[in-house]
């Protein structure tokens, strides 16, 4: 069953078809892209701790700093391409806007980092500034139902992303319920106890044609 333990990272972001085939072959940015990297947590669930942008934490186990950083080299079409070989993924460009919706089923948080300096980099070929949201917990893959278990929310412009503190639940959730119903509707067989997945519509043919057997 899809639910419990889950985390998700959601974004809807303007932009045209020629920008987002642009940022799909575009490399990662460094963390610089983000005015304030520290503050990731700032004002939400986890705001006690600090983000491990450097992978210092994890120093004595080299085989997963080396892993992290080949990631950061990556573009963002084959990250998504990884990812969505193990299913719920949705990224795709749609109505105008660049979507995204990632599900894992526990905390990977040095792989959030990494997918928040991509979607950070997207900015450059956005049409205006929208965020990015990252919640999760012991909840449905949906969109939370209020601002308690939000994570952090990355607001991505144009030519710099920043961490907010704070930001109108009511606009950030009405701005990605198209999203999330999308990607709910990707889910098969959601209450059993081994859901399925069908990208035929949620992940874009630019990343399907990528995707290893």
Same mark, same amino acid.
């Given at each position: 069953?899809?639910?419990?333990? *889950?985390?998700?990272? /959601?974004?809807?972001?303007?932009? *045209?078809?020629?920008?987002?085939?642009?940022?799909?072959?575009?490399?990662?940015?460094?963390? &610089?892209?983000?005015?304030?990297?520290?503050?990731?947590?700032?004002?939400?669930?986890?705001?006690?701790?600090?983000?491990?942008?450097?992978?210092?934490?994890?120093? &004595?186990?080299?085989?997963?700093?080396?892993?992290?950083?080949?990631?950061?080299?990556?573009?963002?079409?084959?990250?998504?391409?990884?990812?969505?070989?193990?299913?719920?993924?949705?990224?795709?460009?749609?109505?105008?806007?660049?979507?995204?919706?990632?599900?894992?089923?526990?905390?990977?948080?040095?792989?959030?980092?990494? @997918?928040?300096?991509?979607? /950070?980099?997207?900015?450059?070929?956005?049409?205006?500034?929208?965020?990015?949201?990252?919640?999760?917990?012991?909840?449905?893959?949906?969109?939370?139902?209020?601002?308690?278990?939000? !994570?952090?929310?990355?607001?991505?412009?144009?030519?710099?992303?920043?961490?907010?503190?704070?930001?109108?639940?009511?606009?950030?959730?009405?701005?990605?319920?198209?999203?999330?119903?999308?990607?709910?509707?990707?889910?098969? @067989?959601?209450?059993?106890?081994?859901?399925?997945? &069908?990208? *035929?519509?949620? !992940?874009?043919?630019?990343? /399907? /044609?990528?995707?290893?057997?």
């Amino acid at each position: 069953m899809v639910g419990g333990r *889950s985390y998700m990272l /959601a974004t809807r972001m303007p932009m *045209s078809r020629e920008g987002f085939d642009a940022w799909l072959h575009t490399p990662l940015p460094g963390h &610089d892209v983000i005015t304030n990297p520290d503050e990731m947590w700032l004002g939400w669930a986890a705001e006690d701790m600090t983000p491990d942008w450097e992978l210092t934490a994890i120093a &004595d186990s080299p085989a997963a700093v080396a892993t992290y950083r080949q990631s950061r080299t990556r573009t963002p079409r084959e990250l998504l391409a990884a990812r969505a070989a193990g299913g719920f993924t949705l990224a795709r460009h749609h109505d105008g806007a660049l979507e995204i919706y990632l599900y894992d089923y526990h905390a990977d948080t040095y792989g959030t980092l990494t @997918d928040l300096l991509m979607l /950070a980099g997207a900015g450059r070929f956005a049409d205006a500034e929208a965020p990015v949201a990252y919640w999760g917990g012991d909840v449905h893959p949906g969109l939370p139902f209020d601002d308690g278990s939000v !994570l952090a929310v990355l607001l991505v412009g144009r030519t710099a992303a920043r961490f907010t503190a704070a930001y109108p639940f009511a606009a950030l959730a009405g701005q990605l319920r198209p999203v999330e119903e999308a990607f709910l509707g990707a889910v098969v @067989d959601p209450d059993g106890d081994d859901p399925g997945w &069908d990208s *035929s519509l949620v !992940l874009d043919p630019a990343v /399907a /044609a990528h995707v290893p057997d």
